[in-house]
């Protein structure tokens, strides 16, 4: 899988762009939030996912790491493909997804295109538990929280890497979050929750 593409942006429009690297230029299918992140940068780094059926391979584009797992948790729902998770992300962002899952808004999921009353309740009923984990409570998070999701379950899978049994792992960067509060960088709090005994 292509995890992501450094190179120059050579064209920007708002459902793609085209990443040169190493000669070759990569159509890059993106929601209008990555459209509203990009400036017209010379050099960048695109987080992609690359999608293959029978007929064709096509690559996915995120700004960012937390809307490329959002698409990655909404297309693993039935009835999700990469099409219907990419105007997901273009009629909300990222958070506002997220929000909606936590408190059960099947209303501002289903205001989305294609999107129906049974597909929004099952991607509330198999996204919940998984979103509420990942935030580190089962309490709605508030704005400050939710950009720091992100570095938490970063943090988190770093640790489980480390060799870090998960459930230590979740005990140790709540901790340090309590003590610590949500400032800390993801170098930082993964550093902070080694030290925990």
């Known amino acids: 899988m292509i995890a992501y593409i450094d190179g120059k ?6 459902t793609f762009v085209i990443v040169e690297t190493g000669g070759i ?23 992609t996912y690359l999608h293959i059926k029978e007929d ?10 937390s ?4 698409f990655l948790d909404l297309i693993s729902i039935s009835g999700i493909g990469p099409g219907t998770a ?9 958070t506002e997804i997220e929000n909606a899952i936590i408190t059960e808004d099947v209303q501002t999921i289903q205001k989305v295109k294609g999107i129906g009353s ?13 979103m509420k984990k990942s935030s ?8 400050q929280s939710v950009s720091n ?6 943090a988190l899978q770093a640790l489980i890497s480390l060799g870090i049994p998960k459930n230590s792992a979740d005990k140790n960067l709540d901790a340090v979050i309590k003590k610590e509060g949500n400032q800390l960088s993801l170098e930082q709090l993964i550093k902070a929750a080694l030290k925990i005994n």
Do not use: W
Request: without cysteine; proline residues 3%.
């Open 149 to 154: 999701n992100n570095i938490r379950s970063e």
């Open 67 to 70: 809307e490329k797992k959002i």
């Open 25 to 47: 230029g990569y159509h890059i299918k993106i929601s209008l939030q990555t459209f509203s992140q990009i400036k017209s940068e010379e050099k960048f780094r695109m987080h």
């Open 118 to 130: 049974k597909t929004a309740q099952r991607v509330i009923l198999e996204l919940k538990d998984k």
């Open 56 to 65: 064709a391979h096509t690559l996915y584009g995120f700004s960012d790491g």
């Open 136 to 143: 580190g409570s089962s309490e709605i998070p508030n704005l």
């Open 9 to 14: 942006l050579v064209h920007k429009d708002p």
């Open 86 to 94: 990419i105007v997901m992300l273009s009629s909300l962002s990222a």
